[in-house]
């Protein structure tokens, strides 16, 4: 009878997965649709508010993605609040402006900020750069293959309001640490965490939007030859040892349904995604924050939490 019931449950888990993955790609083919529309009439800026500080948001793009990017950032013009700069960072070597999609040249002209960068530094590209243009701004990163919801940007700025001193995202993990005091196993924490609270314990992701506030960093988050030796690809972590170092802690904007499951991914972007390499066991997302928070004796820190 026990594995009667293990069964039933284990195809009532397979079937709501299922479930989630078909009403996934409809919404995304419904975004698409959308941003696809609003990207062809729309001739309306798509930055620009009267708010202070300034609002930046920064992407980077690679390879094939970088074809289907302007629907993210359509994703980011149409927001119920509008940044004051969008800025997209492309290496240089591989994207002259010459050779810019037509698409991304359409959109400079209301208002997306193209950097051209001397050296790919990978996910690091997204905020790197763009820190050093803007570095008395609010910086939110965003990912180049998901389609927003509009009220992205607002919320984190909502959220920034309230904790001024805290970095704001709207999807986070809660690291756990053991009974001796060590950062627990990826795959332990509490992902997609639902605890709204400050907290050091909270580990933004960068999939939902993240809210970096100036100061917020210790200065050597932009020790590009550091960054790329002990966390290569792995920029959520050194972003959040960055913060961790300075004293700040985390929040997670409050949301009354799990804001992931918002997000739309543009189709086909995932075939280039840096996710799987991030999970191998050799270099993977335990091996680079054992390597970040040792190097810089973080731990401590989560513990006085």
Known sequence: MRNLFRKLFKKRQQRRVLENKIVSRLRAIQYELVYRELFLAS?????????????????????????SVYLAIESLFNQTLKADKIVLCLTESEYASSSLPLTLKQQEERGLEILLCPRDLGPYQKFFYTLQKYPNSLLITVDDDVMYPLDTIERLYRAHQETPNAVVCNRAHHMRLSPTGCIEPYKAWDWSCRNT???????????????????????????????????PHADDVWLKAMSLKNGISSRLVPHSEDFYSRL????????TSLKRLNKSKSDGNDFKIYQVFEHFNLVEKLSGN
């Not at 739309?264 to 075939?271: C, N, P, T, Y």
């Open 197 to 231: 609270s400050e907290s050091r314990l909270t580990f933004p992701t960068g999939v939902g939007g993240v809210l970096y506030f100036p100061g917020c960093f210790a200065p050597e988050i932009l020790c590009e030859d550091l960054f790329l030796e002990l966390a």
């Open 264 to 271: 739309a991914f543009i189709e086909g972007s995932q075939v």
């Open 43 to 67: 001739t309306k800026l798509g930055v620009g508010n009267d708010l202070d500080p300034t609002i930046i948001v920064s992407l980077t793009s690679y390879g094939p993605r970088v074809h």
